[in-house]
């Protein structure tokens, strides 16, 4: 069976965001708005991007994922108050490697 891998948000420059929705037939206003919680507002969900319209997330919920950077690696700190985090890379096989 053939998957079709959807497309990480995060992958995209600000103009190919601005492009890819207005080859789906989008404003570039809800470019700028998807761009705004991605790198913002750090949402997490389509349900926590109310104020694009409910079409522009079910397409996004379709074609698209958010997916950030794996966590690699996390260090506590020994008063418990500062975490620090080695994050992933994807490299040109499709694995993630530090």
Request: hydrophobic fraction near 45%; charge should be positive; aromatic fraction near 12%.
């Amino acid at each position: 069976m053939f998957l079709e891998r959807r497309l990480n948000l995060y992958d995209l420059a600000r103009a190919e965001l601005t492009a890819r929705l207005a080859a789906w037939g989008f404003s570039p206003v809800h470019a700028a708005r998807l761009w705004n919680y991605l790198y913002w507002e750090c949402a997490g969900s389509w349900d926590a991007m109310p104020e694009l319209p409910a079409k522009v997330r079910t397409r996004l919920a379709v074609e698209c994922v958010l997916a950030g950077l794996p966590v690699a690696h996390e260090l506590h700190s020994s008063d418990g108050f500062t975490r620090k985090f080695l994050l992933g890379w994807p490299t040109a096989a499709g694995s993630r490697r530090c």
